[in-house]
């Protein structure tokens, strides 16, 4: 391994460990809306009892049934907030602890997306301006491998198609997962700006990049040339490849990575 090769893996390192500290601030973040929902309710909900104390004391039957529905509203509002706290709950217990995502274990692809584009919901752009579709095969093959390093490396290029669709009129981004004989293959596709044919060969050098800036949230390397790179260099560590097809408004980076491969030293 030469100088340049160790610089990047050393900074693939600290990218997934960045990954790890991404995961609890999205879990902050999406847990932020339900306590709200819970305490503005909560609040609601006293005023309207004090309200339907003050009706039955001067015996209106109409106010307390109108009471009696807002009452009915605001629980309802609070069961929703309840089930989204579950929701939350969820995905800590399922594994998204630090410790857990740091040893080498079989990993559902499936789920490992579904948990990184979960944390991305605190970024406003990825939230509110990209439609998102997901494309599972349900039948998906583990893979064996160090979780973080998974996340990442979906994580780099979910970034990477946002930053590339910041100034798309259509921003739709599409991952899509399915296997053939022991290969397991995730594709990240953008309707971005496309990458250059005369820059097809570079994209995956270190520090190489075609981006001049995006309106869109602060991310893990961004406009560094780094992203596609450390990819490059994590994906090689399970025998696995990443391929890229692109034209103006289609880009779609291709990850495969045998099933149930053990991680290499």
């Known amino acids: 391994m030469n100088r340049e090769e160790m610089l990047v893996r050393r900074l693939a390192d600290h990218y997934c460990s960045a990954y790890l500290v991404a995961v609890i601030e999205g879990i902050i973040h999406n847990l932020n809306g339900p306590f709200q929902i819970l305490y503005i309710r909560a609040e609601q909900l006293a005023m309207n009892t004090e309200d339907l104390r003050e009706a039955s004391r001067n015996g209106d039957s109409s106010e307390m049934e109108d009471i009696i529905d807002r009452l009915a509203e605001r629980t309802r509002s609070i069961l929703t907030g309840l089930d989204e706290l ?11 602890i630090v410790e857990q995502r740091s040893v ?20 406003m752009f990825f939230k509110h301006k990209v439609e998102k579709t997901n494309c599972f095969d349900e039948d998906l093959p583990t893979v064996f ?19 590339a669709m910041a100034d798309s009129e259509e921003k739709r ?93």
């Open 145 to 163: 491998g160090l979780y973080a390093e998974f996340g990442a490396m979906i994580l780099a290029l979910v970034q990477n198609a946002l930053e």
């Open 173 to 265: 981004l599409e991952i899509e997962t399915s296997h053939k004989d022991n290969m397991v293959t995730i594709k990240v596709k953008d309707t971005g700006c496309g990458i250059p044919q005369e820059y097809a060969d570079e994209i995956f050098n270190p520090f190489f990049t075609t981006k001049k800036g995006a309106d869109c949230e602060p991310s893990l390397g961004e406009n560094i040339g780094l992203g596609l790179s450390l990819v490059n260099t994590l994906i090689k560590g399970y025998d696995g490849t990443i391929t890229c097809e692109s034209a103006p408004g289609a880009t779609t980076f291709t990850l495969n990575v045998p099933a149930g491969n053990r991680k290499k030293d």
């Open 104 to 123: 080498l274990q079989p990993i559902k692809v499936n789920d490992l997306i579904k948990d990184t584009t979960f944390l991305l919901n605190a970024n």
């Open 86 to 96: 579950n929701n939350q709950h969820h995905h800590l217990t399922s594994g998204l």
